[in-house]
């Protein structure tokens, strides 16, 4: 049956929603109204036609009447099409919101004929109304851009305006300068866009929202942190997009970057007697630490002028042998020499007279802190006569500690430990936190409060019986892995004795040493690879088992295996590494230390060409190694008898392509 609507008529009555008709002769009038209109408006077309005047306009909202008289006037001047938006006023006195399209065209007898079409779009402005609730009650900056590799925006909101401080913004709509539009990115710090980039294909992914904080670049050059998150939305245009949401934490975050410099300096006096702030931004120094009798003690916390704070300790303690070397390590920091990447803590060795007026020798170590500040630490060298003589066992972990902490670059940690075995962390290095497995977000509520030791290690890549080892003996060495330097790392650990006084606090300390060079492995001249999968998971280079350090770096291996050169994707593998954790910040950081441990194994063995990774995928090359799945797989006669019933035994997921090998 053919149901198409064979009159105009009846496209207009039932198809457009709220279509009519004007005729424009000097006085605009309506000449048709739709059955749809009708049932729009409740009211009916003998109600609304009169060849005198506009009997529509009494059904706008008072407060739009402008806006529709200057939809009319445009329409009416010449041939065109414009659109609006406005209130209309039904007959049960409920109000709508309405878009509305108007086309004009001019007939033979020079009127014009304007055709409307309306679009009730209440539930629309409800929406509006909510973000604008939103934007008036709660400081939030809210943000709307694409899903595309590199997204716009297409919505602002007042309150992010206000945020990044965008000049000069005179729209209704708070439009940005164009570049700005086009590039999202120019709103995050360098440091921070591929943390951000990763967060939008794990949303983009996952379809699931993501909160954090980050960092923005304002306009003016400065920045604000933000707590916010990112979610996914299908718009009204059926468009997906980006919607973000964020708070200003600015001052929290200032704060907490305040606790945490006290934490580090109270560390830092564990182990030294003078500690200096130089900031050269503002050209400034100011003592920060020192001890009761030092002449420093009058000017602590108190900023003075660079240049004149050297030349008068340089002048009036400083021995004169010694005075040249002290001006040009100074220098160094001022040309900021000190601050180049992956540079080692300066240190130096120099004589000044101390507050008892006595010519000593002191250490010193300089610490980068941020782009412009560093930390200046010093010490009194004591001499083995006075050395000999020190029985406080703090006094002797401060001397172990001062040798290792000036080779730092990047590790070191402080605790307290109760005689309870209860901890607190005093202050921690990224890289520290890492290896007792915590995040930057988890870790600052940890130096509020004491946590069992055991709890508190439980996170970590050693056992608890190491630590409680550890705190026996009161010192220990420990493997970790440098995400950052993408290779594993030994940490160093030194305790106080226990002391027959039971209510004395113990200090624990953690740092980065280098590994022993020369204890690399030689790689095999035979880089042959085979892997044995039926029973226990095994791979040899050549006729040498691969020692894998981490067991999870090795089931990753499995797992790329049991995919048979099928690519694995971060989010699946950690499905299968983690199967009781979903993919989050913390699994994803712990899946990318796993991945790079199995690179820098294979790299040992000289057979890292056999996994391949394309933007975070990763699979085996078959081709490129003997396996006894894929032989069994082969088909061949004489791999026929290998598989005996029993696959990856080592691991609970491969159960399923054991089922299939029993199958088959």
């Known amino acids: 049956m053919n149901n198409t609507p064979k009159r105009a008529d009846d496209i207009l009555n039932f198809q457009i929603n709220g279509f009519h008709q004007y005729i424009f002769d000097g006085t605009a009038h309506l000449s048709f109204v739709s059955q749809n209109f009708e049932n729009l408006t409740g009211y009916k077309e003998d109600e609304l036609l009169d060849e005198s005047r506009d009997l529509y306009s009494l059904l ?39 878009s509305d399209t108007v086309t004009s065209v001019k007939a033979e007898n020079n009127t014009m004929i304007l055709s409307s079409y309306l679009t009730d779009i209440s539930e629309f402005e409800i929406d509006n109304k909510n973000l604008r609730f939103l934007d008036e009650t709660a400081p939030c900056g809210f943000l709307k851009y694409t899903c595309e590799k590199n997204p716009r925006v297409t919505f602002v909101n007042k309150q992010l305006i206000d945020f990044l401080r965008i ?8 439009d940005l300068p164009e570049m700005y539009k086009q590039n999202i990115f120019l709103f995050i710090p360098p440091e921070e866009r591929r943390r951000f980039s990763l967060f939008l294909n794990r949303v983009n992914t996952a379809g699931k929202p993501i909160a954090g904080e980050m960092s923005l670049l304002r306009l003016d050059g400065t920045r604000i942190r933000v707590f916010g998150w990112v979610t996914k939305h299908t718009n009204e245009d059926g468009s997906e997009e980006f919607q973000s949401a964020f708070m200003d934490i600015s001052e929290r975050f200032e704060n907490d970057e305040i606790t945490e410099a006290n934490r580090y300096i109270k560390a830092l006096s564990e182990v030294y007697d003078k500690i200096f702030e130089f900031n050269s931004l503002n050209n400034t120094v100011k003592c920060l630490y020192c001890n009761n009798s030092s002449m420093f003690r009058h000017f602590e916390n108190i900023s003075m002028p660079l240049d004149e704070a050297l030349t008068k300790f340089i002048t009036d303690s ?30 130096i060795t120099y004589k000044a007279i101390s507050s008892d007026n006595v010519l000593r020798q002191y250490n010193g170590v300089f610490i980068k802190v941020t782009e412009s500040i560093g930390y200046f630490c010093c010490r009194r060298v004591h001499e083995s006569k006075e050395m000999s003589d020190l029985k406080n066992q703090n006094l002797q972990l401060k001397e172990k500690m001062n040798d290792l902490i000036m080779k730092f670059s990047d590790g070191i940690a402080a605790f307290e430990v109760t005689p309870e075995e209860y901890m607190k962390p005093l202050y921690a290095s990224e890289n520290v936190c890492e290896f007792f497995g915590y995040t930057n977000e988890e870790w600052i509520p940890l130096t509020k409060k004491y946590t069992p030791w055991k709890d508190f290690v439980a996170k970590s890549e050693a056992n608890n ?25 030994k940490i160093r650990a030194v305790c106080t004795q ?34 044995r999968t039926f029973g226990y998971f095994d791979v040899f280079v050549g006729d040498k088992p691969i020692a894998f350090r981490n067991k999870k770096s090795k089931e990753l291996l499995a797992l790329l295996i049991d995919r048979r050169g099928g690519f694995v994707t971060s989010e699946e593998a950690i499905g299968f590494l983690w199967e009781d954790e979903p993919a989050n910040t913390l699994t994803l950081s712990r899946y990318r230390k796993v991945a790079l441990r199995l690179k820098n194994t294979l790299e040992e063995y000289g ?5 391949e990774s394309v933007d975070g995928k990763r699979r085996i090359v078959t081709e490129k ?40």
């Open 167 to 174: 000049p000069n913004v005179d729209s209704p709509e708070f």
């Open 607 to 611: 057979v890292s060409n056999i996994v």
């Open 625 to 664: 190694v003997k396996c006894d799945l894929f032989d069994y797989l082969s088909g061949k006669e004489e791999y026929s008898q290998t598989f005996k019933g029993s696959y990856l035994n080592n691991y609970s997921w491969a159960e399923t392509t054991l089922g299939e090998l029993m199958n088959s």
């Open 465 to 489: 019986e190491d630590f409680l080892n550890f705190l026996k003996n009161g010192e220990a060495e420990f493997t970790y892995f440098d995400y950052k330097a993408e290779c594993e790392k």
């Open 318 to 347: 400083v021995d004169k042998d010694d005075s040249e070397m002290v001006r040009l390590f100074f220098n160094d920091f001022s040309s900021k020499k000190f601050f180049e990447p992956d540079a080692k803590p300066p240190t």
């Open 60 to 98: 706008v909202h008072p407060e739009d009447l402008k806006d529709y008289s200057t939809l009319i006037k445009k329409v009416s001047a010449f041939e065109t099409t414009e659109s609006a938006k406005y209130h209309l006023i039904k007959k049960d006195g409920s109000i709508i919101y309405v």
């Open 498 to 531: 226990k002391d027959t006084n039971t209510k004395s606090p113990r200090y624990v300390v953690l740092y980065s040493v280098d590994d022993d060079k020369n204890n690399k492995k030689e790689i095999p001249e035979n880089r042959n690879v085979s892997i």
